[in-house]
């Protein structure tokens, strides 16, 4: 039995040998590598992790600048000038965030790893947020630091496991999915009927099955090879 996860499925889609080189090898902590951008997004996740945690009166901006210099990680940049300039670009995003989100919610999940059974796999996820909005309706709250992805398909498969994952352990609704990007101050809002959750469901297990038919693994050559920890040993890639 095998774990699928948004993470797992998004790199066998990307490149089958990127996979095998991270969970069939287990190659990953030899060749990780610290990325501005991994960081980067790793401080905004916990800045706005632990001002969700603080009490209404204490969620100032004044307090979020403050997480925000907490939990900076500061792996992966080339240079002083180069960590300074992601520093103050996060800056605006929490000030832009700050002016424009509703503050005063209290989150049902906060940044939790949930697991689920489905046919013969397990089905794993972790949820930034999510918010009670009545009784048994959720909403997921799925933030982005990155620009915004065109792989539909793949945002879609994402939105369906963390759907899939909180209606298994809570036994309620969720209603809709946000996928937040920061950046850019946009929203994508995924939403699904019965019969499409299901569908997505079984593409979701069509993938484990293929993952486990695999025997090849082939690397496949994108735009995305220059961001991959294993470009030195890929074959493709030299």
Not at 146 to 175: M, P, Q, T, W
Request: hydrophobic share 35%; aromatic share 16%; charged share 35%.
């Amino acid at each position: 039995m095998i774990t699928l996860s948004p993470f797992k499925i998004s790199i066998f889609k990307q490149c089958p040998l990127r996979y095998k080189f991270h969970y069939v090898d287990k190659l990953y902590k030899k060749y990780k590598k610290d990325r501005d951008y991994l960081s980067f997004g790793d401080s905004l996740h916990r800045t706005l992790r632990d001002f969700f945690k603080i009490s209404f009166n204490e969620r100032t901006y004044e307090n979020l600048e403050k997480l925000y210099r907490k939990n900076w990680v500061r792996k992966g940049y080339s240079s002083l000038e180069e960590e300074k300039k992601w520093g103050l670009k996060g800056l605006r995003i929490l000030k832009n965030f700050y002016e424009e989100e509703e503050l005063k919610i209290k989150p049902f999940l906060i940044e939790k790893s949930l697991k689920g059974y489905y046919r013969s796999f397990v089905i794993s996820g972790r949820i930034d947020r999510a918010d009670l909005i009545k009784e048994n309706e959720i909403i997921v709250i799925d933030y982005k630091t990155g620009r915004i992805s065109e792989d539909k398909e793949l945002n879609k498969i994402s939105a369906v496991i963390y759907k899939f994952l909180l209606e298994k352990n809570y036994h309620k609704k969720v209603i809709k999915i946000i996928n937040h990007y920061l950046l850019f101050q946009k929203k994508v809002i995924y939403t699904f009927g019965d019969k499409e959750f299901e569908d997505y469901l079984n593409r979701i297990v069509n993938i484990g099955l293929e993952i486990l038919k695999e025997k090849e693994f082939p690397p496949k050559k994108s735009n995305l090879c220059e961001y991959c920890d294993f470009s030195e040993i890929c074959p493709a890639y030299k």
